[in-house]
């Protein structure tokens, strides 16, 4: 019988990643309603959460080495699109949930992306190379991932050029 222990680790793994998210995005909130020393709480709070989420990984064993780490990147973008979008996608158009299906088709779209570029780095590091340090262009809109160049139009949300950010 599993013991219960390694559910909680995972369940609270979840619960302090999500905190983290929750709390950089009302921080960026508090900044822009002008709060910025609550701006500042809710940063340094996130930063504990994402401690809390490490210590509980580091406890489950869950950070391989790199080659492990890529294997299981490119397995969960694949589960991504392959498995939990698709029928996301096709309940929200059911529901008439456009909002909801837009978000998913974003979210689904930019997996396969993700999943090609985890691939092709894991398949590099299997041949003993050591994938160089490309500029990776992310857009704001919809998180389409790509590298070398912001495109002049997003090819999966249609957005400029300017909502791409860079990561170096
Ligand atoms: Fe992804
Ligand atoms: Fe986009």
Avoid at 101 to 125: G, P, R
Wanted: hydrophobic share 35%; with cysteine.
């Amino acid at each position: 019988m599993p013991y219960e222990t390694d559910g909680n680790l995972q369940h609270a793994f979840g619960g302090e990643s999500m905190a983290n998210r929750r709390y950089t995005f009302f921080a960026e909130k508090a900044d822009k309603e002008g709060y910025p020393g609550v701006a500042r709480l809710f940063r340094a709070v996130a930063e504990a959460e994402t401690v809390h989420a490490r210590n509980h990984m580091l406890v489950m064993d869950a950070i391989g080495n790199t080659r492990e780490n890529l294997l299981a990147a490119s397995i969960g973008e694949h589960q991504e699109f392959t498995r939990m979008y698709p029928p996301f996608i096709e309940k929200a158009q059911e529901e008439r949930n456009a909002r909801a299906e837009k978000t998913f088709d974003y979210a689904n779209s930019v997996e396969k992306v993700h999943h090609a570029l985890y691939e092709a780095a894991l398949q590099a590091v299997k041949e003993g190379k050591n994938p160089e340090e490309k500029t990776y262009f992310v857009c704001q809109v919809c998180g389409n991932t790509v590298t070398g160049a912001a495109p002049d139009k997003c090819p999966i949300c249609g957005a400029g050029a300017n909502a791409f950010k860079k990561v170096e």
